[in-house]
T-cell receptor, first 114, second 113 residues
Framework: DAGVTQSPTHLIKTRGQHVTLRCSPISGHKSVSWYQQVLGQGPQFIFQYYEKEERGRGNFPDRFSARQFPNYSSELNVNALLLGDSALYLC?????????????FGSGTRLTIV | GDSVTQMEGPVTLSEEAFLTINCTYTATGYPSLFWYVQYPGEGLQLLLKATKADDKGSNKGFEATYRKETTSFHLEKGSVQVSDSAVYFCALRTNNAGNMLTFGGGTRLMVKP
């Protein structure tokens, strides 16, 4: 069975550009979350979607947006890129949302802003 | 708000040594607790979890006990291997926080042969 799939694996962008990152959850999983991991730090929560609705939002500026599609895949969009947006972006999927359920993470998209 | 504090690394051990990585937390409500591991160039893998006080999570020789009285979830392994070299993240999740995971800063473990 395929795990959580993220694309692309690596990306280089210039300041001011926008970027779209994609995530396909494990088959049957309806919850997708996005995390930003800056080098040397723990992941920080960006968004959570469940059944195509936003269920949580972290402390990130409005330049960050996301959506979930009917097939439960998801996109993370970042506009007006800054150097500080350079990070590993991780997608995590789960069957549902609820106490104690473990998330399965993808390998991430390494975004570098130059 | 919720927070997780881990011991700073790197932790350097010889093969077959005993491992402890300390993790303490602050949370409103009753969190579930997790340990994730990240190998170089990869995403996070769930190592173990505990959902209520006094639960012990275990996997691949690693274990951690949910201690509510000390708000701790320390990771232990009796005999580490070179292949255990990775970054370990302690994390919590509460329903109060929209089911998001709150991570500690990570602890790098280096095991020498």
């Amino acid at each position: 069975d395929a795990g959580v799939t993220q694309s692309p694996t690596h990306l280089i962008k210039t300041r001011g550009q926008h970027v779209t990152l994609r995530c396909s959850p494990i088959s049957g999983h309806k919850s997708v979350s996005w995390y930003q991991q800056v080098l040397g730090q723990g992941p920080q929560f960006i968004f959570q979607y469940y059944e195509k609705e936003e269920r949580g939002r972290g402390n990130f500026p409005d330049r960050f947006s996301a959506r979930q599609f009917p097939n439960y895949s998801s996109e993370l969009n970042v506009n007006a890129l800054l150097l500080g947006d350079s990070a590993l972006y991780l997608c995590a999927s789960a069957l549902s949302i609820g106490e104690g359920l473990g998330y399965t993470f993808g390998s991430g998209t390494r975004l570098t802003i130059v | 708000g919720d927070s997780v504090t881990q011991m700073e690394g790197p932790v350097t051990l010889s093969e077959e040594a005993f491992l402890t990585i300390n993790c303490t937390y602050t949370a409103t409500g009753y969190p579930s607790l997790f340990w994730y591991v990240q190998y170089p160039g990869e995403g996070l893998q769930l190592l173990l979890k505990a959902t209520k006080a006094d639960d012990k999570g275990s996997n691949k020789g690693f274990e951690a006990t949910y201690r509510k009285e000390t708000t701790s979830f320390h990771l232990e392994k009796g005999s580490v291997q070179v292949s255990d070299s990775a970054v370990y993240f302690c994390a919590l999740r509460t329903n109060n926080a929209g089911n998001m995971l709150t991570f500690g800063g990570g602890t790098r473990l280096m095991v020498k042969p």
